[in-house]
């Protein structure tokens, strides 16, 4: 059975960096690509990043100035970095497993990260 | 990079059908296969409910279901039930290899 777990701090200050890593199970992670998805308070959902199996990325183009992510394949985990935080970060973050091009069939619980000083 | 369009809220009956629209345009929905739906309840994660416009995860009742004309995809839920109310997104691969999602649609079982 396949599991994504988010995890990293609840709480950032603004102007600072936003981390957050995705922790995979049950699955051959080095087979798939991943993505980061957001969603903030009681609004819609926002694709933000895909990491491919050959370590190449694809951002989305408003945030991509302050956006990085990785993986590390030895531990089945994946990351995100968003730096320069503001208010307008504030959202539950998601990583999940797209199908190729196509739909996200797995998604992790989500976690709230805050900005707030 | 615009997110599709999707009406913010429908309602039906239980037993109904009702179906929802996601617009956009030809380097989205209407250039790519790649169409997918899913159902959100209150404080969870989405469920994928449609892939590939109109394939349905194992699963996932056959009171979903998708298709897609020119840039505009739909989502129909027949024989609506009270488990159904939740919000529901679009979703679509595009020509610049980004993804964006609909604005959402609130469906209310009355």
């Known amino acids: 059975q396949v599991q994504l777990q988010e995890s990293g701090p609840g709480l950032v200050k603004p102007s600072e960096t936003l981390s957050l890593t995705c922790t995979v199970s049950g699955v051959s992670f080095s087979t798939y690509s991943w993505s980061w998805i957001r969603q903030p308070p009681g609004k819609g959902l926002e694709w933000i990043a895909d990491i491919y199996y050959s370590g190449s990325t694809n951002y989305k183009p408003s945030l991509k100035s302050r956006l990085s992510i990785s993986v590390d394949t030895s531990k089945n985990q994946f990351s995100l970095r968003l730096s320069s935080v503001t208010a307008a970060d504030t959202a539950v973050y998601y990583c999940?497993?797209?199908?190729?091009?196509?739909?996200?069939?797995?998604w992790g619980q989500g976690t709230m990260v805050t900005v707030s000083s | 990079q615009s997110a599709l369009t999707q009406p913010a809220s429908v309602s039906g009956s239980p037993g109904q059908s009702i179906t929802i629209s996601c617009t956009g345009t030809?380097?989205?929905?209407?250039?790519?296969?790649?169409v997918s739906w899913y159902q959100q309840h209150p404080g969870k994660a989405p469920k994928l409910m449609i892939y590939?416009?109109?394939n349905r995860p194992s699963g996932v009742s056959n009171r979903f279901s998708g298709s897609k004309s020119g840039n505009t995809a739909s989502l129909t839920i027949s024989g609506l039930q009270a488990e159904d109310e939740a919000d529901y997104f679009c979703?679509?691969?595009?020509?610049?290899?980004?993804?964006?999602f609909g604005g959402g649609t609130k469906l209310t079982v009355l």
């Open positions: 030809s380097s989205d929905v209407g250039g790519y296969n790649y």
């Open positions: 590939d416009v109109s």
């Open positions: 999940a497993k797209p199908l190729g091009d196509g739909a996200f069939d797995i």
């Open positions: 979703a679509s691969y595009t020509s610049s290899s980004t993804r964006v």
